[in-house]
């Protein structure tokens, strides 16, 4: 046992060394500027060496000066918001509600023009209407997809969506593209834009990244405001990544990301963390799982081991058991037909069949044992009887050393009285402990049998033997023997297992040997 906690304890403690290390091994969590520097050098250097696979020129579709209203994410982040503004401000209800804090807001009457159409009083909107700013109604609407949602003729023709397509929203294009079918290539790209990306095209940014696509903004000396873009696969970036000492993962919110970069997190790779790393804390962490590998292996060898030991113990005792039981109950036999002529017996041979007689029953007993120790090995069949009311202790205590062929001396209580206990684990507990004296202390046995203060029943068993045990537990583990013994060494073990059983307390002491059994009173329930 105390190897098996000594492993424990080392394998956990190495676990702990090579952990600490792995953490230090892979750095900090947070980008320094540096870092930063390096991922940037990394895209540019990407794009220097790879061609795009398709172009997004905004500023050529969307030909305008105030484009970036078209793009920027509009600060109305609830869709379910988004679409009661769509259905209010596209339908003939409500009708000039709000509109003069609208107007006055926006300094100009585009909003009242807006009203006035919707609510019938004007009957049409010029094409300029579109095409001049401010594109977005104030509820956060392009006035091109209000059209739309009015389902009037011309604006829900697809010919005249088509023509206004860089008059929409840049977050409205996913429902156009549900409305009329599919979009012209950089209008489609535009549509599967989410608000991060959205945002960093508002902005101008010369990287960012989406699912599926790299986008690295194209610098034209010649129009140094127009933005552009060339689009790149993703996988193509992963390769090229491979020979860099960054890769990317998912960002997982709630998770540490060493730099964010849209739906990605860029971080080192392991070729450069163990490239850049201490080698020595290196080489020192991959020993230490290298040692935990070999000590759980040692301790789950040990253990089977251990476990196989016993279970071939268990088998060797449980054939010995049943081969000497038939034997046994053979020579018992004899002896009873024996004793019926016993008193024609000479004098010397009187002697010897007691003798003989008792080695028999002593036999008898140790094939008991074992057996009782077979069955509390096994959880499933072994049960103990309920406890009940034992209506003499005295009678009950007597029973058992009356089995005995040995003397014992026996004290018993002054007041006899019943008590409610497990009669078969007390019995098979004094039993194993009278026959342990008998067997193996030195005469006069002695039991004696008391009530402490709270009640509790007192057994104690003693002789003037030896013992060379220093406590119960040694004595009591299996197959452990005294130096002279001539027994199973399951006697103890036994007495252990059922003293657990009903929650008794055993008191071991030395020279002469004395075992105090002390057994818990419970108390009667009341009808």
């Not at 579709?61 to 401000?89: C, G, Q, T």
């Not at 991060?196 to 902005?203: E, Q, V």
């Not at 491979?242 to 990605?264: A, I, S, T």
């Not at 067997?439 to 033997?465: C, Q, R, S």
């Amino acid at each position: 046992m105390k190897l098996y906690i000594t492993l424990i304890l080392t394998a956990v403690f190495l676990a702990f060394l090579a952990g600490y290390y792995g953490l230090s091994w892979r750095g900090n969590n947070e980008a320094t500027p540096d870092d930063i520097v390096r991922v940037i050098q990394s895209k540019v250097h990407f794009q220097k060496t790879h061609r795009p696979s398709a172009f997004l020129n905004i500023s050529k579709l969307f030909n305008n000066s105030e484009f970036v209203e078209l793009i920027k994410p509009f600060p109305n982040n609830h869709r379910n918001e988004l679409d009661m503004a769509r259905r209010k401000y596209s339908s003939n209800k409500s009708c000039f509600s709000n509109v003069l804090t609208l107007i006055n807001s926006l300094k100009e009457n585009k909003v009242l023009k807006w009203e006035e159409y919707r609510c019938r009083v004007s009957n049409q909107l010029s094409d300029s209407f579109f095409k001049k700013a401010p594109y977005m109604h104030p509820s956060g609407v392009s006035y091109a997809f209000l059209a739309l949602m009015t389902k009037d003729a011309p604006y829900n023709s697809k010919e005249w969506i088509y023509n206004h397509l860089n008059y929409f929203h840049a977050s409205e294009l996913k429902d156009v593209r549900a409305f009329i079918g599919a979009l012209p290539v950089e209008f489609s790209i535009l549509a599967d834009f989410n608000k991060a990306s959205l945002t960093s095209i508002s902005k101008g940014k010369d990287y960012f990244l989406t699912s599926h696509y790299f986008f690295a903004r194209i610098l034209n000396p010649s129009s140094p405001f127009s933005l552009e873009y060339g689009i790149y696969p993703k996988k193509t970036l992963d390769t090229f990544l491979k020979r860099q000492p960054f890769e990317l993962v998912k960002f997982v919110d709630g998770h540490e990301c060493f730099f964010r970069d849209g739906p990605y997190c860029w971080r080192y790779n392991t070729s450069y963390l163990l490239k850049n790393s201490d080698k020595s804390n290196l080489i020192f962490a991959f020993l230490c799982i290298a040692l935990v590998i070999f000590l759980s292996w040692i301790l789950y060898y040990k253990i089977k081991q251990q476990k196989l030991e016993d279970e071939n113990k268990r088998f060797a005792l449980r054939v010995l058991t049943h081969e000497f039981r038939t034997p046994i109950s053979s020579m018992l036999l004899q002896i009873e037909r024996v004793q019926k002529g016993f008193s024609t017996l000479g004098h010397d041979l009187q002697e010897s069949f007691l003798r003989l007689s008792n080695d028999v029953y002593r036999l008898q007993r140790l094939t008991e044992s074992s057996r009782n120790y077979l069955k509390a090995q096994n959880k499933n069949n072994f049960q103990s009887s309920p406890h009940f009311d034992c209506h003499s202790v005295n009678d009950f205590v007597i029973n058992i050393v009356e089995g005995f062929e040995e003397d014992i001396q026996v004290e018993l209580l002054k007041e006899d009285s019943h008590f409610k206990m497990d009669t078969f684990w007390v019995a098979l507990i004094l039993r194993n402990l009278i026959e342990n004296a008998c067997v193996h202390g030195k005469a006069p046995v002695k039991v004696t049998v008391k009530k402490n203060k709270k009640n509790n029943l007192i057994l104690t068993v003693e002789d003037e033997g030896e013992c060379h045990f220093n406590n119960f537990n040694e004595m009591a583990q299996e197959f452990v023997k005294g130096d002279v013994s001539q027994g199973s060494g399951l006697g103890m073990n036994i007495v252990k297992n059922s003293l657990k059983k009903i929650n008794a307390t055993i008191d071991f002491k030395k020279n002469p040997t004395r075992f105090i059994v002390k057994i818990p009173f419970i108390k009667s329930k009341e009808s």
